[in-house]
């Protein structure tokens, strides 16, 4: 039976989620968005919507594609596992956004000041074969990949070749809403590590530094949404987008927003707002860097938490599906209550028709009618329609 995420279920009740307040420290004057939103002349009532008032898919592990042929053996030796949780594969970063509607990316980055560190993984190694034929793997840089040396296969191998592809498209569909990157800083698996395989240098400060730089070698400043943008004299970052709330999609399209998943004090060192990053972090509800933050799976209770959220403002992610539990559960269920849940970030590994063949299953997240963005279901304002969201 076809599994669609347009079979939805009905809202739960909202609960109370008392907020803490949050020192105000002295901030240097930051320009109103709203002034600069002005610029671009409004072509209709959906402009005046605000970016957490919409919804839309996102692509977990967006960048993935399973092992393949020798290099599959020997991985599978490794990690007698890997079936369990690794055989599911991605179309490139230009057909997520253009082909499947995706509007959100996950990519895991791992640290290579020196250059060359994740080139010759253990199970090309063990396959007999040489180091990957990419000179880009040998130069220093962010590399992206699932698992090093076990789970390497990937359709954009560093960071800035899949920012650049973020950037080609989305110059070719400037009309977007904004495109939402999440990035998982990761490191080596010490198992892995015992085997012979690469050891990855801990995250540090100024490997955060250089990941900023390189977002901005690709993006320019007005091309992201930063905390900067959002902040106003006086206030931190939470009291911000809670007081005035996120920016107006006249302004917004057409550009991108990056958020951390897993990395946040060292960031914020001297920085308690984000003061001059290129990424979001997930900040605890009441701290001052609180605006975007998480809640992966929305059943139960968690919707409810979820819609609270939502309506106060912050800006969510959940998650529809997992691999590759939900398909072998045969738990489908999940999509409907996340989208219901009114996060506005909603991210699957299978967003395409076709992608859980393999397991006797037609299973597809993706919103009504296969849209690339609707209106919100919690957030949403009533003048809000789905086709003039995007242009």
């Known amino acids: 039976?076809?599994?669609?995420?347009?079979?939805?279920?009905?809202?739960?009740?909202?609960?109370?989620?008392?907020?803490?307040?949050?020192?105000?420290?002295?901030?240097?004057?930051?320009?109103?968005?709203?002034?600069?939103?002005?610029?671009?002349?409004?072509s209709g009532p959906d402009d005046d919507v605000r970016m957490n008032q919409i919804?839309?898919?996102?692509?977990?592990?967006?960048?993935?594609?399973?092992?393949?042929?020798?290099e599959l053996t020997e991985s599978?030796?490794?990690d007698p596992g890997y079936p369990q949780w690794g055989y599911y594969s991605h179309a490139s970063v230009p057909d997520l956004l253009d082909r499947q509607n995706v509007r959100a990316l996950e990519f895991d980055?791992?640290?290579?000041?020196?250059?060359?560190?994740?080139?010759?993984?253990?199970a090309r190694q063990r396959a007999g074969l040489g180091p990957i034929d990419d000179p880009d793997m040998a130069k220093p840089g962010m590399k992206v990949l699932h698992v090093a040396d076990q789970d390497y296969n990937t359709t954009c191998r560093t960071f800035v070749r899949c920012l650049q592809q973020v950037k080609t498209w989305s110059k070719a569909?400037?009309?977007?809403?904004?495109?939402?990157?999440?990035?998982?800083?990761?490191?080596?698996d010490a198992r892995w590590e015992k085997l012979g395989g690469a050891v990855s240098p801990p995250w540090t400060p100024a490997l955060l530094d250089d990941l900023d730089a390189e977002i901005r070698s690709v993006f320019t400043e007005d091309q992201l949404i930063t905390a900067d943008?959002?902040?106003?004299?006086?206030?931190?970052?939470?009291?911000?987008?809670?007081?005035?709330?996120?920016?107006?999609?006249?302004?917004?399209?057409?550009?991108?927003?990056?958020?951390?998943?897993?990395?946040?004090?060292?960031?914020?060192?001297g920085r308690p707002n984000l003061e001059g990053r290129a990424v979001f972090t997930r900040g605890p509800i009441?701290?001052?860097?609180?605006?975007?933050?998480q809640i992966n799976d929305p059943r139960g209770a968690n919707q409810a938490a979820i819609q609270d959220l939502v309506r106060k403002g912050y800006l969510?992610?959940?998650?529809?599906?997992?691999?590759?539990?939900?398909?072998?559960?045969?738990?489908?269920?999940?999509?409907?209550?996340?989208?219901?849940?009114?996060?506005?970030?909603?991210?699957?590994?299978?967003?395409?028709?076709?992608?859980?063949?393999?397991?006797?299953?037609?299973?597809?997240?993706?919103?009504?009618?296969?849209?690339?963005?609707?209106?919100?279901p919690v957030s949403a304002p009533k003048y809000c329609r789905d086709k003039g969201l995007e242009r």
């Open 316 to 376: 969510i992610r959940t998650r529809s599906d997992e691999p590759l539990s939900t398909v072998k559960n045969k738990e489908y269920s999940r999509v409907g209550i996340a989208l219901d849940s009114g996060a506005q970030l909603v991210t699957t590994d299978f967003p395409s028709v076709g992608m859980t063949a393999r397991y006797d299953s037609d299973f597809v997240a993706e919103l009504p009618g296969g849209a690339a963005v609707r209106c919100n």
């Open 229 to 269: 943008d959002l902040r106003k004299p006086g206030l931190t970052l939470e009291q911000s987008i809670l007081k005035y709330g996120w920016p107006k999609l006249s302004w917004a399209r057409g550009k991108v927003l990056f958020f951390f998943d897993n990395v946040r004090e060292m960031y914020l060192e």
């Open 286 to 293: 009441g701290q001052p860097d609180a605006a975007i933050t």
């Open 173 to 188: 569909n400037p009309g977007h809403v904004p495109i939402i990157i999440q990035v998982e800083a990761k490191r080596s």
């Open 109 to 122: 980055v791992l640290a290579d000041p020196e250059g060359g560190l994740y080139q010759n993984p253990l």
């Open 55 to 70: 919804q839309f898919m996102g692509a977990h592990n967006a960048y993935h594609r399973e092992m393949q042929g020798a």
């Open 76 to 78: 599978i030796k490794i």
């Open 1 to 42: 039976m076809t599994v669609l995420a347009r079979l939805g279920v009905a809202v739960v009740a909202v609960a109370t989620t008392a907020l803490a307040s949050a020192v105000v420290p002295t901030l240097t004057h930051v320009p109103d968005r709203e002034q600069t939103s002005q610029l671009t002349p409004a």
